[in-house]
Each structure stands twice: as structure tokens, then as C-alpha cells.
């Protein structure tokens, strides 16, 4: 089966543009599109995420792993403790419990294929006190003021 | 952790160009990256196969599942009686069972992002029997003699 892509607007045959989250994390300007949810020996689901410019992802951390490959644009991503600057072809593998976030923080947008497996635990969000030790680190509190 | 894309020469940090396949399989000029080889709840690998100009992928079909997005140029895929046009971005899942085939027959290099179980059943090629049937299809027969 082929989905084809459009280019245009970044879209896919019968595939819907839809919000992020709906479940009250803190995002900007994140759509997410489902391209694959899962077939035979593969229990994953390919969703495609696209952040407009000046938009981030939600800061979180779960036990699911994410299999990212960036699609579109540029931008940043925090991985832990680091800032990695991102664009279109990296490959990005987030770990266990890895608090991640990623930022369309180049005056472009910033899209990215996300694989995660079709049955995952829910995302946590870093508590104040995890967001105030974050913060000491000067390169993430400007990561976070970027966008 | 990040493995960065270089658009030069479409390689990725630490990742090796590797021989397509080992197995005797019939193919031509195709070469292979593993840009993921499981993590925690994912356990998929993730290859990046690129087709020179007028090279194919084999000819085959298995129980696993393969999930593509074509990441570079355009060609046409073979999946079970039907051949589709492919171009950069397209999202092609095959089925357990389908025989499949990846040509760059549009004067340009193929490479695709190919999802697949790290568990995985090996591949079998169509008898000679099969093969003559496909070749009844005159679509089939150009696109075998395309390349």
C-alpha cells in the first residue's frame, strides 16, 4: 500500500492533519499526521510531526523509545542535559526516561517522522523543581527562551 | 543520540556503507546503511537502501513486514501485480507475502528508509513458475525489462 507524498503542504493520500495532544501538555504549533499504525511483525505506528517557526514540541520523558528522522527544516532538539541543533536526514534515537524536547527555533519549520510502538506509556512531564535544575544550565534556558 | 545526515554524499555519523545483501540473492547496484538496530520497546531496525540509476532491489517476498518512506530521487516499486511510480516522501507498507521490487528506472539514484522486524523470517525469491505468470502482466514484463 503507498500513501504519496505532496510536497505542497507537506501532506499524504488519506491522511489527516491533526492536533498534536489533546491531553493538556504545554506545546506550540505542532500538528501530527499518522502514516502507519502498525502491520504484521512491526507493532509500531510512523507519525509524521510538523512545528511551525517559533513552535516546540512538549518537554517530556517516558519509558517508550522514540525512532526520529528529521523530515523537513531544521531546528533543535534537547536530549537530557544537551542541545543539538537538527536538520532535514539526522537521525535521532530517544531512550528510555530521556527528557526530550524539540524546538522550531530557526525561523523555519521543523518536521520529523516519529516512530513509536502502537502500545506505550503515558508522557511525564518534568516537575517544577526538575524545570528549575534544568534552567541552571545556561544553554537550556536559552534553548527554552529560543521560541 | 543523534547521527547526523551529511547531503553530500548521503551518509550518517559512524554508519557504514555496507553490501546490500550477502545471500546470493539477484540484485543491482543497491547499497545498505543501518541507521537503528533496536531500542528498548522498538525492536525494529532501520536501513537506508540507496539504488544507483538503473539498479533494483531483489526480487522478493517474505512474512515479514517492511515499512518505507522513499528518502531520495524516484523510481517505480513492484507490489504483488501492481507497479506504482515512487518519488521522495511516499510511505509504501508491504504486506506479509508480497512480492515487491524497488527499480530506479527514472534516470536517477532510489534510496528509501526500510522499517523492519530485527526478528525476522528470510527471504524467498518467486519460482521460475511464478515468474513466467508475472511476466503474462505486459506492465510487469516492462518494468522487469525497465532497468
Not at 30 to 44: D, K, Y
Not at 55 to 79: A, I, K
Not at 98 to 108: C, D, L, M, Y
Request: proline share 3%; charged share 25%.
Amino acid at each position: 500500500m503507498i500513501r504519496h507524498f505532496h510536497e505542497a503542504d507537506y501532506s499524504w493520500d488519506d491522511v489527516d492533519r491533526l492536533i498534536y495532544k489533546n491531553d493538556g501538555s504545554p506545546f506550540k504549533d505542532v500538528t501530527r499526521q499518522v502514516l502507519f499504525n502498525g502491520m504484521g511483525n512491526i507493532p509500531c505506528q510512523l507519525r509524521y510531526f510538523e512545528v511551525k517557526a517559533g513552535g516546540y514540541s512538549t518537554l517530556e520523558h517516558h519509558e517508550h523509545v522514540h525512532l526520529v528522522v528529521v523530515f523537513r527544516g531544521q531546528g533543535q532538539v534537547l536530549l537530557g542535559e544537551h542541545i543539538h541543533d537538527v536538520t532535514c536526514g539526522d537521525v535521532i534515537s530517544i531512550a528510555p526516561q530521556e527528557v526530550h524536547q524539540f524546538r522550531a527555533n530557526k525561523g523555519e519549520p521543523l518536521g520529523f517522522l516519529c516512530l513509536v510502538n502502537v502500545d506505550r506509556d503515558k508522557v511525564k512531564l518534568p516537575t517544577a523543581e526538575e524545570l528549575k535544575d534544568m534552567k541552571q544550565h545556561q544553554e537550556i534556558k536559552n534553548f527554552f527562551e529560543s521560541c
